[in-house]
């Protein structure tokens, strides 16, 4: 590979990571259009080579979530159940439905998250007071803040949607379950990323081992992009603590709206 590519491919990696580790969404919605525009890739390759990539970002903000005690993992192994479940059954789907119809449903509802995201900027879930179920402590104002999760069996119900845009696309489910666990379940946006962080690695790990065991992993590109995103995620996780949750909630809405507008560009066949 060119060095010049070389060079991109790794600073569009170590975008992509500190994105998915800061917003807990994996980066892939960094790497699919990259990786089919700018070095020419085919779906499927990039697909795999992007899963790579969150496998690797997941792997070290995932970790780092977790050891904060940010992630819930509990919550996190729960909805992996419908996340799983939602992959198979996307798999599925996908073949008897135009993909442009699905694209355009995903993309409607990621642009009323975002809108609810900007309505809600200025609250969020979880208290300081009281006795609550789970708790964490805030990396930047270092309050400690309590929570209760709600709707448990419909969480997990609703990442079945996750799983499948994320078996679909090759992005990854994190647009859409850190909404589900923030405005249906209940969980403060900064736990729903990290747990999002937490949870995707464990998907895009079984998808690439697939694509691994069929030959379809691009080496070359795969391992540039997991080191790119490694390094991204290092900056994602420590920048992580210096956004307020009102921030958090209107830049996510930003990655929303991007995510919505990629995925019409696709289902117009401009990506």
Known sequence: MDPVMIALLLAVSVLAGLLGALFGIGGGIIFIPVLTIGFGLSATEAAAVSLVGIVATSA?????????KVANVRLGLLLE?????????????????????????????????????????????????GEHEFWFTDMKSGERI?????HKVGGTIAC??????????????????????NAYMGVPLKAATATS??????TAFSGAIIYLLSGQILLEY???VAIGAYIGMFAGTHISKYFDTASLKKYFAIV????????LLEAGGVL
């Open 197 to 202: 962080s937490y949870m995707i690695g464990i």
């Open 81 to 129: 159940v419908g996340t799983t479940l939602g992959a198979i059954v996307g798999a599925f789907v996908a073949v008897m439905i135009e993909d442009w119809i699905l694209m355009v449903v995903f993309s409607v509802l990621l642009l009323i998250n975002a809108y609810r995201m900007v309505r809600s900027r200025g609250r969020d879930c979880g208290s300081a007071e």
């Open 222 to 224: 795969a391992a540039y």
């Open 146 to 150: 309590g929570y209760d999760v709600s």
């Open 160 to 181: 079945i949607a996750a799983g499948a845009y994320s078996s679909m696309t090759g992005v990854g489910g994190g647009v859409i379950k850190v909404p589900i666990m």
């Open 60 to 68: 070290g903000s995932g970790a780092y979530y977790a050891e904060k």
């Open 256 to 263: 929303l709206v991007a995510s919505a507008v990629s995925m």
